[in-house]
């Protein structure tokens, strides 16, 4: 009877634990990229979401965080409607969009240096 005890309080704790994928998913509805919610994890912890999210505003508001990625996975039809609004470039609205795993908001932010 203990050990059927001890193994459900175990399952009851381990269901408990975040999952790293799950806190990459969470932060990635955030409108971050896939790789800096990683980066963002392995430098804080993979169970603090709100560190995370922190690190990686810190990141995204460096100077000297380097060039932008290659705009390749940002939503021409929403860089559009950024360079409408922005008024920032077609390739600047790409990257922010390619950084944000294309939110809007989150670009437009990024852009604005929010």
């Known amino acids: ?3 059927v ?3 459900f309080e175990l399952y009851l704790i381990m269901s408990q634990v975040p999952n790293r994928e799950s806190n990459v998913q969470l932060l990635m509805e955030l409108g971050y990229d896939r790789r800096l919610c990683e980066q963002a994890l392995d430098a804080v912890g993979d169970e603090s979401l709100d560190e ?3 690190w990686i505003q ?3 508001e460096r100077p000297n965080r380097g060039p932008p990625p290659p705009a390749t ?3 021409p039809e929403l860089a559009q409607q950024l360079v409408n609004v922005c008024g920032c470039t077609q ?3 790409l990257a922010a969009l390619a950084i944000t795993n294309n939110n809007v908001e989150a670009a437009a932010d990024y852009l604005f240096g929010e």
Do not use: H, I, R, V
């Open 52 to 54: 995370a999210q922190n």
């Open 1 to 3: 009877l203990l050990s």
């Open 5 to 7: 005890y001890f193994f």
């Open 58 to 60: 810190d990141e995204l």
């Open 73 to 75: 996975s940002g939503n």
């Open 91 to 93: 390739e600047e609205a």
